[in-house]
């Protein structure tokens, strides 16, 4: 059964006044323009000492410092049959993507995303009597895949592990990317050697933990601009899958709010959940409703998070410090659909604002 965890469960007291905020152009909300010092509340004045005070922390740490003391990692040979990559995943509860290796030329070959078996998944639908070649893709087909669909390739950005976490993002945020690899250099051969992978999430969390100043973050969402609230994909139980992941594909994004009939948020389908219906190969599933789609999801789903645009970064933060959170649905009062707010808004937010300001600092 599909739950919200409720926004109380995140929400600090606030003040039950104001209204939804603006929005503009393809839905996501511009950054608020900087003030002059002089024109700066004491809430502005500090909500920019607490986003300087991370900037600082993510220029002296490295993605190396981000990394648990155990964690699992796996890498994939770009000559393994797509089919049997999905196999993997599957096996390996929580992991969504994985290197690629090149064992022809040992080299590092790229990210395999959910991105990729989506690729996979339009090629069959545009090509439904070509199921018995597509049950013989191997990883290292997906660029010509992408050429045959007419997507453009999927960049894949690395970044060497004691580089600061500062330049990662930076990286990820020009890419788009939700994820990158940490790519070393072996001493003794000269060649790459894939150390690990970092996500926004885990990124979040490393914050979270460790910069005390994120509870200086108290501006309420409708007043930083962060999120997107004009033109949300958006779905039923009853709608079928395929129309979903076209939805996914056409806008760029991971997940698609579920709503019931009177347009209250009940789930979410993610980009992650595909893995689960096309595992082995077989894409009969992608015939399902949304609905008997998200009962094959495991049961270690934790659920969805939301908030409320009166909602602030300090208690985001905290959630995040304490749960693994991949978005928040923003809704009001009635449990309606309001926005979404993504880990990569979040991270462009805490990268990008007020560094103007701290240019002319310098």
Same mark, same amino acid.
């Given at each position: 059964? %599909?739950?919200?965890?409720?926004?109380?469960?995140?929400?600090?007291?606030? /003040?039950?006044?104001?209204?939804?905020?603006?929005?503009?152009?393809?839905?996501?909300?511009?950054?608020?323009?900087?003030?002059?010092?002089?024109?700066?509340?004491?809430?502005?004045?500090?909500?920019?000492?607490?986003?300087?005070?991370?900037? %600082?922390?993510? !220029?002296?740490?490295?993605?190396?410092?981000?990394?648990?003391?155990?964690?699992?990692?796996?890498?994939?040979?770009?000559?393994?049959?797509?089919?049997?990559?999905?196999?993997?995943?599957?096996?390996?509860?929580?992991?969504?993507?994985?290197?690629?290796?090149?064992?022809?030329?040992?080299?590092?070959?790229?990210?395999?995303?959910?991105?990729?078996?989506?690729?996979?998944?339009?090629?069959?639908?545009? #090509?439904?009597? %070509?199921?018995?070649?597509?049950?013989?893709?191997?990883? #290292?087909?997906?660029?010509?895949?992408?050429?045959?669909?007419?997507?453009?390739?999927?960049?894949?950005?690395?970044?060497?592990?004691? !580089?600061?976490?500062?330049?990662?993002?930076?990286?990820?945020?020009?890419? !788009?990317?939700?994820?990158?690899?940490?790519?070393?250099?072996?001493?003794?051969?000269?060649? %790459?050697?894939? @150390?690990?992978?970092?996500?926004?999430?885990?990124?979040?969390?490393?914050?979270?933990? #460790?910069?005390?100043?994120?509870?200086?973050?108290?501006?309420?969402?409708?007043?930083?601009?962060?999120?997107?609230?004009?033109?949300?994909?958006?779905?039923?139980?009853?709608?079928?899958?395929?129309?979903?992941?076209?939805?996914?594909? !056409?806008?760029?994004?991971?997940?698609?709010?579920?709503?019931?009939?009177?347009? /209250?948020?009940?789930? @979410?389908?993610?980009?992650?959940?595909?893995? &689960?219906?096309?595992?082995?190969? @077989?894409?009969?599933?992608?015939?399902?409703?949304?609905?008997?789609?998200?009962?094959?999801?495991?049961?270690?789903?934790?659920?969805?998070?939301?908030?409320?645009?009166?909602?602030?970064?300090?208690?985001?933060?905290? &959630?995040?410090?304490?749960?693994?959170?991949?978005?928040? @649905?923003?809704?009001?009062?009635?449990?309606?659909?309001?926005?979404?707010?993504?880990?990569?808004?979040?991270?462009?937010?805490?990268?990008?604002?007020?560094?103007?300001?701290?240019?002319?600092?310098?």
């Amino acid at each position: 059964m %599909a739950f919200v965890t409720p926004s109380s469960y995140l929400r600090r007291a606030h /003040a039950a006044q104001g209204g939804q905020p603006a929005a503009t152009g393809e839905g996501r909300r511009p950054m608020t323009p900087a003030k002059p010092p002089s024109q700066m509340t004491p809430l502005d004045i500090e909500q920019l000492e607490g986003l300087r005070a991370i900037r %600082a922390f993510l !220029k002296v740490r490295t993605s190396y410092d981000v990394l648990p003391l155990s964690f699992r990692l796996i890498i994939l040979d770009t000559a393994l049959l797509v089919k049997k990559s999905l196999n993997i995943l599957n096996q390996n509860a929580g992991i969504v993507s994985a290197p690629l290796w090149d064992s022809k030329t040992s080299t590092f070959a790229g990210l395999l995303t959910t991105a990729d078996y989506i690729n996979v998944i339009q090629y069959y639908w545009q #090509n439904p009597d %070509a199921l018995a070649q597509i049950d013989q893709f191997r990883l #290292n087909s997906l660029r010509d895949i992408e050429r045959s669909i007419g997507v453009a390739p999927i960049e894949t950005v690395s970044i060497h592990p004691e !580089k600061p976490l500062y330049e990662a993002l930076r990286r990820m945020l020009e890419s !788009k990317a939700r994820r990158i690899p940490l790519v070393d250099v072996d001493d003794e051969t000269q060649r %790459a050697m894939v @150390v690990s992978v970092v996500t926004q999430y885990r990124i979040l969390k490393f914050i979270a933990v #460790n910069v005390k100043e994120t509870q200086m973050l108290r501006k309420p969402l409708k007043d930083i601009n962060l999120g997107t609230y004009r033109d949300l994909a958006t779905a039923t139980m009853d709608t079928p899958v395929m129309d979903v992941i076209h939805m996914l594909v !056409k806008k760029s994004i991971s997940s698609v709010p579920i709503l019931d009939k009177e347009g /209250a948020v009940v789930n @979410v389908f993610e980009a992650v959940d595909i893995i &689960t219906l096309i595992k082995g190969g @077989v894409y009969d599933d992608l015939t399902l409703s949304v609905g008997e789609a998200l009962l094959k999801r495991g049961d270690d789903f934790a659920g969805i998070y939301t908030c409320s645009v009166f909602d602030r970064l300090d208690t985001i933060f905290d &959630t995040i410090r304490k749960s693994r959170v991949h978005r928040l @649905v923003v809704i009001d009062e009635r449990s309606h659909l309001v926005g979404v707010l993504t880990l990569s808004d979040i991270l462009e937010y805490i990268l990008l604002e007020g560094e103007d300001l701290d240019l002319e600092r310098e």
